[in-house]
């Protein structure tokens, strides 16, 4: 059992590059928290701590991070940025008129380097030339949008 104490470093050292290596493989992030939890017991152990107690800290630290950290982790590795496709990705975006626009005359506009067809979100007003615009909705190959009110200083 001495040898155990004044070695156990070594052993909590020897899982802990080796559990690291497994996670590589597994990616799973559980075998990186208990090799987390190995390396808690190698400080406790070069510390000065009996074997057991080095072990207690493992297991500790690594459930510990098996129940607080992993999942905080998990949910951010797997979640991603959300992806818009096609015209959903103008909804929000700014144009300029290029020719007024009405609800019974459609104008146009520039939105995103390109000229779309564009009718008032709001039907009773009229948007003229250079004013800038927000797309609230695309219809088919119809933006509807609302002027943006300038500040005036």
Same mark, same amino acid.
């Given at each position: 059992m001495d040898w155990l104490n004044d070695n156990g470093w070594s052993l909590w050292l020897g899982a802990a590059v080796l559990l690291g290596v497994a996670e590589m493989f597994s990616l799973d992030l559980?075998? !990186? #928290? +208990? *090799?987390?939890g190995a390396l808690?017991?190698?400080?406790?152990?070069?510390? =000065?701590?009996?074997?057991? @107690?080095?072990?207690?800290?493992?297991?500790?630290?690594?459930? !510990? #991070? +098996? *129940?607080?950290?992993?999942?905080?982790?998990?949910?951010?590795?797997?979640? =991603?940025?959300?992806?818009? @496709?096609?015209?959903?990705?103008?909804?929000?975006q700014q144009g300029v008129v290029t020719e007024t626009v009405t609800a019974l005359a459609p104008g146009r506009i520039r939105l995103a380097g390109e000229i779309w067809t564009a009718q008032p979100y709001d039907e009773n007003i009229t948007i003229a030339p250079g004013e800038t615009v927000e797309v609230f909705e695309i219809r088919g190959a119809t933006a509807y949008v609302h002027p943006i009110p300038r500040l005036e200083s």
């Amino acid at each position: 059992m001495d040898w155990l104490n004044d070695n156990g470093w070594s052993l909590w050292l020897g899982a802990a590059v080796l559990l690291g290596v497994a996670e590589m493989f597994s990616l799973d992030l559980i075998l !990186g #928290m +208990l *090799a987390v939890g190995a390396l808690a017991g190698l400080v406790t152990s070069l510390a =000065g701590g009996a074997f057991v @107690l080095s072990f207690l800290v493992a297991i500790i630290t690594a459930v !510990g #991070m +098996l *129940a607080l950290v992993r999942p905080g982790l998990v949910a951010r590795l797997h979640t =991603g940025p959300d992806l818009q @496709l096609g015209h959903g990705k103008l909804v929000g975006q700014q144009g300029v008129v290029t020719e007024t626009v009405t609800a019974l005359a459609p104008g146009r506009i520039r939105l995103a380097g390109e000229i779309w067809t564009a009718q008032p979100y709001d039907e009773n007003i009229t948007i003229a030339p250079g004013e800038t615009v927000e797309v609230f909705e695309i219809r088919g190959a119809t933006a509807y949008v609302h002027p943006i009110p300038r500040l005036e200083s």
